[in-house]
């Protein structure tokens, strides 16, 4: 369908209502550009959502999708890092990780 070649792609998600949604961006992204990095970076009231169901479905999914939890949130939504599903990653500041990202050439997706 596409003459895309596999790219870095940065899925920034701060949104709870937003999670499910933003899943399925990342799985349609790799099913038509497969190769690609992909990291999805959870701020905001976002990381709420990783006390439900879904990340823990869709981790083990995709385990080559990196998810970063920023620390700030998760100290502000009263979330410890051992709350977390496996293979969350916490970042000091998940705006700080965008930006780093995306001064290496990631680019940036926002559902």
Same mark, same amino acid.
């Not at 790219?7 to 499910?20: E, F, G, K, S, W």
């Not at 439900?52 to 502000?76: G, K, M, Q």
């Not at 990653?89 to 990780?97: F, K």
């Given at each position: 369908?596409?003459?895309?070649?596999?790219?870095?792609?940065?899925?920034?998600?701060?949104?709870?209502?937003?999670?499910?949604?933003?899943?399925?961006?990342?799985?349609?992204? &790799?099913? +038509?550009?497969?190769?690609?990095? @992909?990291? $999805? /970076?959870?701020? *905001?009231? %976002?990381?709420?959502?990783? #006390?439900?169901?879904?990340?823990?479905?869709?981790?083990?999914?995709?385990?080559?999708?990196?998810?970063?939890?920023?620390?700030?949130?998760?100290?502000?939504?009263?979330? &410890?890092? +051992?709350?977390?599903?496996?293979? @969350?990653? $916490? /970042?000091?500041? *998940?705006? %700080?990780?965008?930006?780093? #990202?995306?001064?290496?050439?990631?680019?940036?997706?926002?559902?």
């Amino acid at each position: 369908m596409t003459n895309l070649k596999p790219t870095p792609v940065v899925v920034h998600l701060d949104d709870q209502a937003n999670v499910t949604l933003a899943q399925g961006n990342v799985h349609n992204l &790799l099913t +038509e550009l497969p190769g690609s990095r @992909v990291v $999805v /970076v959870v701020n *905001g009231p %976002a990381v709420r959502s990783f #006390l439900t169901p879904s990340w823990r479905a869709f981790l083990p999914a995709l385990p080559e999708v990196e998810v970063d939890a920023c620390a700030n949130a998760l100290r502000a939504n009263g979330i &410890l890092a +051992e709350q977390l599903p496996t293979g @969350v990653t $916490v /970042v000091p500041a *998940g705006v %700080a990780r965008i930006v780093e #990202l995306e001064q290496q050439g990631f680019a940036y997706l926002k559902p």
